[in-house]
């Protein structure tokens, strides 16, 4: 069957200063079918994409919809020619409520019809097969109930081509497979459908065709149907790649991290952890497996001495066997006991470095106080900065750039470089891959290897069930703030996993 | 929807930094035209000729130049008094209430004791007084911030209204002489507690005060880690707190600086050039240093660059209003176009715009 494209991009061309963003990129979309766009981080795609949705000017090329050139000079012309984008940061006002972020900047000459505009949410929900609740407050949602919000809302504007950027990132696998429904349902009915990922194994699911960026240029498409991991990581990646994680087998582990009845409470009183007890050792990587939300946060920040504890209690054990408690300390008084521990937590840019500040003043961040007297010292933390560039390959114009110009896998490398350059006894790991692509998440768990051979007792909370099981040694799974139960990884598998997550103990697994 | 948009903005990465600066050159240049064509089209005057009295009003005699200097000197020291606050993103807007706080201090240590103790001790007390009283009325609200997170910005305001009737009370109880409602000048006679004049120039000292001041804070905000670790408590709070710097501890001492520096200001104020004490004496300084450090980016050293910018115009709409007789209103006119055009360049600092050329034809 001969379709004709929805989208034709033709000789797209976008610059960011002296960087080339695209580069002469063309490509279609067809009617009633799912593209995904795969690419490493700052290969493009969301540059590309933000074209398309009117956020970006491209300097040259052209778009034709439906083979007429078009101009799309801001999201609202977007809108009018039926593209919608959902961002991989939600834009809703979280005081709102679903209904009201939905019609929001519509420019209807009447009133808003509130109830008018509920029923056609509904309508939309019924017809896809997903569940909003028109009036409920966005503050009160899951991430993926605001995703669902996002997307209804470009339905609700009427757009046939939907862009989703990157969005299973935030979801667990039982919301990525309720979405793939809806998006499968989406393009039944004629919609078209653009992808922005790079799970590879999520591509094969779900898209029709792929088209694959690198470094800002086009790539190749393939036939989803016809396509392979390792072929399209290595198109992706521009080289060949082994996708095998590492896994040794963990040399004379001893206890380090002995945590014991460890309750904690947030702000608001809601107890996150109850009475959780573990072990972490040297030379090991425990993993810890559970739904987003359910006491993760808690837990590593509780044993950095970031949250304040109800009771229980965290001790340290240092290599003659002493045990120091660290229920009470804050990180500061934590580092002057001596415990090298390093901690990469989930919000980079709002917990482990700053933003504005670029590669070297970021590096000072641990060690500035070090160095004796009221001044600085610049030059060790820029020397860092450039040496852990050059090992992790961060892409960066130079040490002096502000961090948070640089890519998501890069700012992680950034982090995460400066996290082992300090030799830790204990590594605490918070979504360490998380929206870095494959290059990179390799590279990140290669990094988390060397310091558990080094003897480190690594601490790894993770999403991705799959890598989990290959990466640790044994798996804590947490479920409502409890320990579910604690696995030895090499004898246990996916299925197991994803029921302790949902049910304490797994009794389901009886019924 | 077919039509190409004429013009479209994007942020710019990167600015050279002479191109930054013809900017903001062809900013004041085009600024002194409209302001020009303006004058001329209001008032039939020679912009030439009101352009010169301006400068002749701040520059021309070398009193006139004194003056500006020393009204520099003091907005420097209160802009750079709330530099480590802003960069913390503490807004203290009670710049006017601790400098005031810091003239008290001063201004009772000279009546109380001026005739009880030697002059250099008198001296010495009048510092240690109204540096504590300015950090004390920054000290309170950031206590509270720390503590409570109390909105700062309301906070410190409130406390200038404070200041001001706390003032206003004292000078009742000092007013010499008695019914006459102010102060006067201070030892008069005895010149207790004046500052020594330096090189027989009244207002050197406080220039030169101020500039150590200005390398001072500039030195601590860049090369300290006092100064770092304000701006990653400016930057993120969590972030601080997850690298271990005490969040409530730097607030207070921050603002204790920022209070302490605005008591200078204060005491520069009484025990160098006025001599008295009024509650209008800072006269405002405290808001119009907000904008000098905003304009400045928080850098103390472009503050001394904004600072004279702002007080060059305000005594040259002075110096015009008078020469030509002019309603005040006019000067300010002046002033806010000039200002309008310095601000508004920012924008073309920050972003870029781009011509769309005629569309390639369609192969």
């Given at each position: 069957m001969e379709r004709s494209p929805v989208i034709e991009l033709k000789h797209i061309t976008k610059r960011f200063g002296n960087n080339i963003?695209?580069?002469d990129v063309s490509m279609e979309v067809y009617e009633g079918e799912i593209l995904a766009l795969l690419g490493e981080n700052g290969s493009g795609k969301t540059t590309l994409m933000n074209a398309l949705a009117g956020i970006y000017y491209p300097e040259d090329g052209q778009i034709f919809v439906r083979g007429r050139e078009v101009n799309i000079h801001s999201p609202r012309t977007a809108f009018d020619l039926g593209i919608g984008m959902i961002h991989q940061h939600f834009k809703l006002?979280?005081?709102?409520t679903a209904v009201e972020n939905i019609i929001l900047?519509?420019?209807?000459?009447?009133?808003?019809?509130l109830k008018a505009a509920a029923a056609r949410i509904t309508e939309i929900c019924d017809r896809y097969g997903f569940h909003v609740d028109?009036?409920?407050?966005?503050?009160?949602?899951s991430v993926s109930q605001k995703q669902t919000v996002e997307i209804v809302k470009v339905l609700f504007r009427g757009a046939d081509l939907l862009i989703l950027d990157e969005?299973?990132?935030?979801?667990t696998p039982q919301e990525t497979e309720k979405l793939f429904n809806v998006l499968r349902n989406m393009k039944a009915d004629g919609k078209s459908i653009i992808i922005i990922t790079h799970k590879l194994n999520e591509v094969l699911e779900i898209s029709d065709r792929v088209a694959i960026l690198r470094k800002g240029k086009y790539i190749c498409e393939i036939k989803t149907s016809e396509a392979s991991v390792q072929q399209l990581t290595d198109a992706m990646v521009g080289h060949a790649v082994t996708l095998n994680i590492d896994r040794p087998v963990p040399v004379d582990p001893k206890d380090k991290i002995i945590v014991e009845h460890l309750t904690i409470r947030n702000s608001d009183g809601?107890?996150?952890?109850?009475d959780i007890s573990f072990t972490a050792r040297t030379g090991e990587i425990l993993g810890i497996a559970g739904?987003?939300?359910?006491?993760q946060k808690e837990l590593l920040e509780g044993i950095a001495g970031l949250q304040k504890i109800e009771s229980g209690s965290i001790r340290f054990v240092d290599d003659n066997g002493k045990e120091t408690e660290?229920?009470?300390?804050?990180p500061r008084k934590i580092t002057d006991m001596g415990v090298t521990l390093s901690f990469v937590p989930e919000d980079r840019l709002g917990?482990?470095?700053?933003?504005?500040?670029?590669l070297g003043e970021n590096m000072m961040?641990?060690?500035?106080?070090?160095?004796?007297?009221?001044?600085?010292?610049r030059k060790e933390p820029f020397h860092l900065a450039k040496r852990v560039i050059e090992s992790l390959e961060v892409v960066t114009p130079?040490?002096?750039?502000?961090?948070?110009?640089?890519?998501g896998g890069n700012v992680q490398k950034v982090l995460v470089g400066r996290e082992i350059s300090s030799s830790p006894t204990v590594l605490l790991t918070a979504y360490?891959?998380?929206?870095?692509?494959i290059n990179s998440s390799y590279l990140i768990y290669d990094l988390v290897n060397q310091q558990k051979k080094q003897g480190v007792a690594v601490v790894y909370v993770g999403e991705d069930l799959d890598v989990l099981l290959e990466l640790c040694d044994r798996i804590l799974v947490l479920c409502d703030g409890q320990v579910s139960a604690i696995l030895d990884a090499r004898k246990t598998d996916k299925q197991q996993v994803g029921l302790l997550m949902t049910k304490l103990g797994g009794e389901a697994a009886n019924e | 929807m077919n039509k190409v948009p004429l013009i479209h903005v994007t942020r710019r990465k990167d600015i050279f930094w002479v191109r930054a600066w013809l900017v903001r050159i062809i900013a004041v240049a085009l600024a002194l035209v409209v302001c020009g064509v303006i004058t001329m089209m209001a008032t039939g005057l020679n912009p030439i000729k009101v352009y010169a009295a301006m400068i002749d009003g701040a520059f021309g005699t070398s009193r006139r130049l004194w003056m500006l200097l020393q009204n520099i000197a003091i907005l420097l020291c209160i802009s750079i008094a709330l530099a480590p606050a802003f960069r913390m993103r503490?807004?203290?807007?009670g710049g006017d209430g601790q400098a005031l706080m810091g003239a008290l201090g001063a201004a009772a240590s000279m009546i109380l004791i001026g005739d009880k103790v030697p002059n250099w001790l008198l001296i010495l007390i009048m510092i240690v007084v109204s540096i504590c009283a300015g950090a004390l009325w920054a000290g309170i609200p950031a206590f509270f911030k720390a503590r409570w997170n109390t909105n700062e910005t309301l906070f410190t305001l409130m406390m200038n209204y404070v200041a001001v009737q706390l003032v206003a009370f004292f000078v009742i109880v000092w007013e010499?002489?008695?019914?006459?409602g102010k102060i006067g000048i201070?030892?008069?006679?005895?010149?207790?507690?004046w500052f020594p004049q330096v090189g027989g120039q009244k207002y050197l000292l406080n220039v030169i005060i101020v500039s150590v001041l200005t390398i001072l804070v500039f030195i601590y905000m860049n090369y300290t880690k006092q100064g770092y670790e304000l701006s990653v408590v400016g930057e993120s709070e969590p972030t601080a707190r997850y690298v271990g710097i005490k969040v409530r501890r730097v607030i207070v001492r921050t603002m204790l600086l920022s209070g302490a520096l605005c008591g200078v200001t204060g005491l520069l104020l009484v025990g160098?050039?006025?001599h008295t004490l009024t509650?209008?004496?800072?006269?405002g300084r405290g808001f119009t240093g907000v904008m000098v450090a905003w304009l400045a980016k928080f850098n103390p050293v472009f503050m001394v660059i904004t600072s004279f910018l702002i007080v060059f115009l305000q005594r040259g709409a002075t110096e015009i209003t008078t020469t030509f007789g002019l309603n005040q209103s006019f000067g300010d006119i002046i002033t806010g176009i000039i200002l309008f055009f310095i601000i508004g360049c920012e924008f073309f600092l920050n972003y870029q715009i781009h011509f769309r050329k005629a569309h390639k034809e369609v192969a």
């Open positions: 963003a695209n580069d006002v979280d005081v709102l900047g519509l420019n209807e000459k009447s009133r808003y019809d028109p009036f409920q407050k966005i503050y009160t949602m969005p299973t990132a935030v979801l809601v107890a996150k952890l109850k739904i987003s939300g359910n006491g660290l229920v009470g300390m804050d917990m482990g470095l700053v933003g504005n500040m670029n961040l641990r060690t500035f106080r070090h160095s004796g007297g009221p001044f600085i010292d130079s040490v002096k750039t502000a961090v948070r110009k640089l890519s360490a891959v998380r929206g870095l692509d | 503490f807004w203290n807007l010499v002489p008695k019914g006459a201070i030892n008069q006679n005895s010149n207790a507690g160098g050039t006025d509650t209008t004496l800072v006269g």
